[in-house]
């Protein structure tokens, strides 16, 4: 179990994109410290932190992409509307 805290949204100056990036860079890279082949994630920051939805999609899916090399990725969410998000950003 790697767990991640993502940032409360509008608390951070402007710099909520780039901490919540960290959040997905940061546990991808203890995944292959540990040697781990496989990582599922929620959608960090996304409930009662206040992310917005789709913003906060596009963000792990471009940060997943970029980052997870070799690492089988899973997106585990929590409804209908977070995984329409989720694909949209996968899609788009």
């Known amino acids: 179990m790697i767990h991640a805290v993502g940032p409360v949204y509008g608390e ?6 780039e901490l919540l990036a960290k959040a997905y860079r940061s546990s991808l890279d203890l995944a292959r410290e540990c ?3 496989t990582i599922a994630f929620p959608a960090i920051s ?3 932190f206040g992310y917005p939805l789709e913003g906060a ?6 940060t997943v992409r970029a980052e997870a090399g070799d690492l089988e990725v899973t997106f585990v969410l929590f409804d209908q509307t977070t995984f329409a998000a989720f694909e949209s950003a996968l899609n788009g």
């Open 35 to 37: 040697q781990v082949k």
């Open 57 to 62: 999609a596009r963000i792990a899916v471009e």
């Open 46 to 48: 996304t409930g009662v």
């Open 12 to 17: 951070h100056g402007g710099k909520e994109a």
